[in-house]
């Protein structure tokens, strides 16, 4: 699996912005997805995730509210809208995926894309 990464960017305290992550390779049937963020100097950390058969999701307590989580099959891609952005939401992000992935962990994902910069300033 080919995980391609866009939609990054630089926005203000209070904007809005939607992350795409596009598979190749295969299609992503059984496959959980998630989206993850790692700040400078700090860990990669969760963000947001559909189970592997999609009929769940999961968001981080940062997150929750704000941030919304989405899939077109169709297109084999996967979303994250993001609205209400704060400073502390600046990360590099990453989308990800696993084969009947149960884990919200880094370690439990052996597909990732390459990630986009998202910036934001107060």
């Known amino acids: 699996v080919q995980l391609q990464v866009s939609g990054g960017g630089t926005v203000r305290a209070g904007d809005s912005l939607r992350l795409s992550c596009t598979a190749s390779?295969?299609?992503?049937?059984?496959?959980?997805m998630s989206w993850f963020r790692q700040a400078p100097g700090q860990e990669r950390e969760f963000v947001a995730g559909?189970?592997?058969?999609?009929?769940?999701?999961y968001y981080a307590d940062s997150v929750k509210g704000r941030f919304t989580i989405s899939r077109d099959n169709a297109k084999n891609t996967m979303y994250l809208q993001m609205s209400a952005l704060t400073p502390e939401d600046t990360a590099v992000y990453y989308c990800?995926?696993?084969?009947?992935?149960?884990?919200?962990?880094?370690?439990?994902?052996?597909?990732w894309g390459q990630g986009t910069q998202v910036t934001v300033s107060s």
């Open positions: 390779g295969r299609t992503l049937n059984r496959y959980a």
């Open positions: 990800a995926a696993e084969k009947y992935g149960t884990s919200t962990e880094v370690r439990g994902y052996d597909y």
């Open positions: 559909f189970s592997w058969t999609g009929g769940s999701t």
